[in-house]
């Protein structure tokens, strides 16, 4: 499988990033060639956290007002990451803009958040950390408690996972369903 060729967004807030679930999708996505873009609502460098306690610091390649053409967006968790992003106007639009072009979206953990704020969840199945499955059926969303699920019901092909734990798992349906959409 081939993302050659292939754009991906990581959408994070400036702080509070869980390091190894924007680390590994990003090596994912590398590894099968395509091209990992760090993206966030200002320019700069961005916090990571393994779980409460600071970790390494990533710089942006580009803002959520930047108007590059993205293949696919991935939304990597830790708690406090997806809390920013679902108060920034921008950054939900960013990431309901993803739905609204039928792109792939790839979802970790808390990230699912954004998405319940960006009112695209509607009919979906997918899964998150445990915490915030009453926001996601609240959103109209059926939530399950699996190491990963890939929803294709909706234009957008949406790929979830609970925790760091599921990965490996997510990386892999992740690079599957990213290098294949599109294709016809």
């Known amino acids: 499988m081939s ?6 967004a990581f959408l994070v807030a400036p ?3 869980e390091q190894v679930e924007l680390t590994e999708p990003w090596k994912a996505v590398e590894q099968a060639g395509g091209t990992p873009k760090l993206v966030s609502t200002e320019s700069g460098e961005v916090q990571a956290f393994n779980h409460l306690d600071k970790a390494d610091t990533f710089p942006v390649d580009a803002t959520v007002k930047d108007t590059a053409d993205y293949d696919g967006l991935v939304l990597p968790g830790g708690v406090a990451n997806p809390d920013f992003l679902r108060m ?4 939900v639009a960013f990431a309901k803009s993803f739905f609204d072009a039928g792109k792939p979206v790839a979802a970790i953990c808390h990230a699912p958040w954004t998405l319940v704020e960006a009112g695209v969840l509607e009919g979906r199945r997918l899964t998150s950390w445990p915490s915030l499955q009453t926001d996601i059926r609240n959103a109209g969303a059926e939530w399950v408690d699996e190491e990963v ?9 949406l790929v979830t996972s609970r925790k760091p734990d599921d990965l490996k798992a997510f990386n892999g ?3 599957e369903v990213f290098s294949g959409a599109g294709a016809s």
Do not use: N
């Open 15 to 17: 702080e509070g990033i």
């Open 173 to 175: 349906k992740l690079v």
């Open 149 to 157: 699920v890939v929803d294709l019901t909706g234009a957008s092909p």
């Open 3 to 8: 993302m050659s060729g292939k754009t991906i």
């Open 88 to 91: 920034q106007p921008e950054a």
